[in-house]
């Protein structure tokens, strides 16, 4: 696996730019109930004219919704509009998130996920995953007033409380890791904000994307990163297991974006360069 930049300390200069992305003007749509089987998902996505993508549309630089004009924008925003132009339709967004992921997918409520989906034993037990095309280490973020963590090693400590989002990859890994610090798993990406903010959570974790977004949008978080690589994740695209045919045209698309440049560019354009898998 090859990143475009190898430094991470690059990665996270860039992640204290406030550089405002350009949104796309996209909305998502109402989700539409899916009649058609694994086996003809292609022949169902041409009759139709659109592939429908779920997304989560609270993740920065990957498929954020902005409150205000309810348009979308992030990598995986742009990369689905140019998976259907390559494929001459259109694109449905839907709404998904990592909680319900697994039961959109299965039940048919769209034909791919597309929103930097951590590659993991647990999901790749119930998902078919593409090749990855971002790879993120763990980070973790406190408040800037908080005198406990001042390191990564300060983390997993006793009487220290760590937050994660219940269904986000790092549920399961700092369940596993953490030996001493308590583990609290809130519903939702902004529970988990809450809780530290008020002092319930000293830290929360998180990846290189959602840590831009609080260094870009707050005034009250600070990064804490690991001194050496941690866990790193690699993202893919997921899809309901059992369709090879969508599995192959997913994976030739990918492979056509990597090589003709389309991938960085897009990257580039959300500042996630500094994790973009190329090959």
Known sequence: MKLSLSSWGLGLALASLGVATSPCPVAAEPVATSVATHSDRLARIQAAG??????WPDYYSI??????????????IDLAQALGKDWGV?????????ARLSADLLQERCDVAMFAIGITPERQQVLRFTQPYLASDVMAITTRSNRKIRSWGDIDQPGIVVAVAKGTLHEPLM?????????????TPHAREQ?????????????????RRM???TD???LVAPVSTYQITSYAWAIKPGDDALHERLEAFLQTIKRDGRLLAAARKHKLDPIVVLD
């Open 50 to 55: 659109q592939v429908r993508v779920c997304i």
């Open 63 to 76: 498929s954020l919704r902005d409150p205000r004009t309810q348009m979308l924008s992030g990598i995986d």
């Open 90 to 98: 259109g694109v449905q967004f839907v709404e998904s998130s990592f």
């Open 175 to 187: 369940r596993a890791r953490l030996k001493h610090a308590q583990l609290i798993a809130p519903e």
């Open 195 to 211: 809780e530290v903010q008020s002092g319930r959570a000293d830290v929360f974790m998180t990846d290189f994307p959602y840590s």
């Open 215 to 217: 260094l870009e949008t």
């Open 220 to 222: 009250w978080a600070r």
